[in-house]
């Protein structure tokens, strides 16, 4: 990466509202620390009452307008966007990296990819597309057409905070709906970023706004306004269910992808060098904090010792350090609470006679750092088989046949993604017929493209983002009937 890159100065944070950066000017700030340093980096402004209400009111207006703009004029500045993200990668990623902590390979590759999901977006908005329903008299036409519902609200986490958030944005916005987004308050440098290339790509004044504050509070005040018809949310169970319940009560519609506990199910017939590699890396990334990375281990009894000597021979020597240093390839935690978080879960498999062998413990230096842990037999009523660690902890089980398999997979009330290594096309079909989960990957991770629908089932979520399915949760169907003259 380029040195100027490297050492330029970190995002200057603020709040954006009706066209306007908005620095503290006086406004409650809160502190923005590196996960690798614990060091303060920035002080990020918090909104305020009338902040929320000026930005509701910046909505609404810019709605009125923008929900009649033509699909090819939005298709444009989506892709102006997207020629942005692309442009200024680099330097997004490199403070992805500061504040929450992901190797800056990684961060690169998620601002990176991020470009796809406008262009997508981009083509998709200019397909928004209705229908003729043949009438029972000659006289009649019946119409279906799609119209965007209107202003909507979006929360998006703290560990993909670029992605995640212009997934909202391209999906409101292509759709005709203006929106407000509260990012995450530990990591806000990706989200006041995208507000900067939404403005210098035209889009024009109100119809995103970014605001940031004490999340109860934030949601709390947008959702219970008449003026947002849509909330959008992706983030932990608990709170997507508040959400969701506030929003029932206002009769607003939702999309919410939620957490995950991802079963792993790696079957005698696997390749078993080429899966114990691939899930590896794909549990340390993001120091698995990510709601689709494999979480639960359930390996065939015939081949367990072989894949776990494999399993814990890569995993167990991953480079663990500090994001932007070139060697690293797992992160820091994001903050101190997945610390404690994965102590706790350690400590109860261990009280449940689960075996750790490595990992376990904090590591000893400054910074949130944990070690990749394997802990093997681990009973299912273990917390740690039970709740989402989040984190790079992996509990590693037995199982005898597929039936069996199968169930304990499906046993959580959790369905998001899963992750089934066979070279066997029955068991195949019998494993991804039987799952209950919103997205299955067969020896690989093919999930979370522009093209393809993103969303879980049960406590999972609500919904999807992406794919054909995207415009979904930000259309109405109006359905018109017109006769040519009064009966």
């Not at 009125?64 to 699909?71: E, F, G, M, N, Q």
């Amino acid at each position: 990466m380029d040195t100027a890159v490297i050492n330029a100065p970190y995002e200057t944070l603020a709040l954006y509202i009706d066209g306007e950066f908005i620095g503290a000017n006086g406004r409650p700030e809160q502190d923005v620390v590196n996960p690798s340093s614990e060091a303060v980096i920035a002080r990020l402004p918090l909104a305020t009452r009338e902040d929320l209400d000026r930005a509701l009111t910046s909505a609404q207006k810019a709605f009125l307008s923008w929900r009649r703009t033509s699909p090819l004029e939005r298709a444009k500045i989506l892709r102006r966007v997207a020629e942005l993200v692309r442009e200024r990668a680099p330097q997004i990623a490199r403070n992805i990296t500061l504040d929450q902590g992901k190797p800056l390979a990684e961060a690169l590759q998620e601002v990176t990819s991020s470009a796809e999901h406008a262009e997508w977006h981009a083509e998709e908005c200019r397909r928004t597309y209705g229908r003729v329903i043949p009438a029972r008299t000659p006289n009649v036409r019946q119409l279906v057409i799609r119209e965007p519902v209107g202003v909507c609200a979006a929360f998006t986490p703290w560990n993909f905070p670029f992605v995640l958030s212009i997934r909202k944005m391209v999906a409101a916005l292509g759709a005709g709906c203006t929106l407000i987004i509260k990012g995450p308050e530990d990591s806000p440098s990706a989200v006041v970023a995208l507000a900067r290339l939404f403005h210098e790509a035209g889009l024009p004044r109100g119809c995103l706004n970014v605001v940031w504050g004490v999340p109860a509070e934030v949601s709390q005040h947008l959702i219970s306004s008449p003026i947002v018809r849509k909330v959008a949310f992706t983030g932990s169970v608990g709170v997507g269910k508040s959400l969701a319940e506030l929003a029932g009560a206002h009769m607003k519609r939702v999309t919410m992808e939620l957490g995950g506990h991802a079963p792993v199910l790696v079957f005698e017939d696997a390749d078993l060098e080429a899966a114990a590699r691939f899930l590896s890396r794909t549990k340390a990334r993001n120091a698995g904090q990510v709601c689709m990375a494999p979480s639960r281990f359930f390996v065939h009894e015939r081949v367990y010792d072989h894949f776990l000597g494999l399993f814990s021979s890569d995993y167990g020597h991953l480079k663990v350090g500090d994001g932007l240093a070139p060697e690293t390839q797992m992160g820091p935690l994001a903050h101190a609470r997945r610390i404690d978080a994965m102590q706790t879960l350690v400590a109860d498999a261990r009280a449940r006679h689960g075996t750790v062998l490595f990992g376990g413990e904090r590591l000893p230096s400054t910074g949130f750092f944990f070690p990749p842990t394997v802990v093997v037999d681990v009973p299912d009523d273990a917390r740690l088989m039970r709740e989402e660690p989040f984190g790079p902890v992996v509990p590693i089980a037995r199982f005898r046949d597929t039936s069996e398999v199968i169930a304990r997979a499906n046993a959580l009330p959790l369905g998001l993604a899963s992750y089934v290594f066979t070279n066997s096309i029955a068991t195949a079909t019998q494993v991804t017929n039987d799952l209950e989960v919103g997205m299955i990957n067969i020896n690989h991770f093919g999930i979370a493209l522009a093209e393809t629908p993103l969303g879980g089932i049960k406590d999972s979520g609500i919904g999807s983002e992406g794919g054909t399915e995207t415009f979904d949760g930000y259309l109405t169907t109006k359905f018109i009937s017109q006769a040519a003259q009064v009966p």
